[in-house]
T-cell receptor, first 112, second 117 residues
């Protein structure tokens, strides 16, 4: 059974800092990895999708990496802004393919 | 192209009543997923449906919960005889291809917040 852990659970940084959010998983038999953003009281917005054959994806100030051998993924946010404040969730689709397994999320606060 | 539409956004029900949550997938998407987010917990998969078929319901509670995705109209998540522990955010997602297809992206709705009093 896939277990997904996100560390830290909460993070507060001053504006402008580069930061790394971590996600670890126990089952390397994954299809895709997705990073999502969730704002309070809102749904999830997909940020980056990494296929199992890929090692990283980039979009703007975001870079996500996937290392299946070590069971880890990281989300790198460059030059953080107050608008980046949200909860960031990683999720894996497994071999069965039908469902995403989510981590507990990292609540990020970027202070002006 | 409108996103995944869920309604109602907020629903209050007394214990013992029924709750019906509706989800219209993105245009062209025939794969629908329901997830539940309990307070202070992560999102948990509930059920995966295609038009008129339940593909995977391994995350659905055994009693009181049911889901459908008819040929016409939205997908419905139905909770009978609600209890306080059902209070949660229920998210619907859709995709154009099965969730396990490599590279497939799943799009989420804004959620329906159920409060049982």
């Amino acid at each position: 059974k896939q277990e997904v852990t996100q560390i830290p659970a909460a993070l507060s940084v001053p504006e402008g800092e580069n930061l790394v959010l971590n996600c670890s998983f126990t089952d390397s038999a994954i299809y895709n990895l997705q990073w999502f953003r969730q704002d309070p009281g809102k749904g999830l917005t997909s940020l980056l999708l990494i296929q199992s054959s890929q090692r990283e994806q980039t979009s703007g100030r975001l870079n996500a990496s996937l290392d299946k051998s070590s069971g880890r993924s990281t989300l790198y946010i460059a030059a953080s802004q107050p608008g980046d404040s949200a909860t960031y969730l990683c999720a894996f689709s497994n071999n069965a393919g039908n469902m995403l397994t989510f981590g507990g999320g990292t609540r990020l606060m970027v202070k002006p | 192209n409108a996103g995944v539409m869920q309604n109602p956004r907020h629903l209050v029900r007394r214990r013992g009543q029924e709750a019906r949550l509706r989800c219209s997938p993105m245009k062209g998407h025939s794969h629908v997923y329901w997830y539940r987010q309990l307070p202070e917990e992560g999102l948990k998969f509930m059920v995966y449906l295609q038009k008129e078929n339940i593909i995977d319901e391994s995350g659905m509670p055994k009693e009181r919960f049911s889901a459908e995705f008819p040929k016409e109209g939205p997908s419905i998540l139905r909770i009978q005889q609600v209890v306080r522990g059902d209070s949660a955010a229920y998210f619907c997602a859709s995709s154009p291809k099965p969730g396990g297809v490599s590279g497939n992206t799943i799009y989420f709705g804004e959620g329906s917040w159920l409060t049982v009093v």
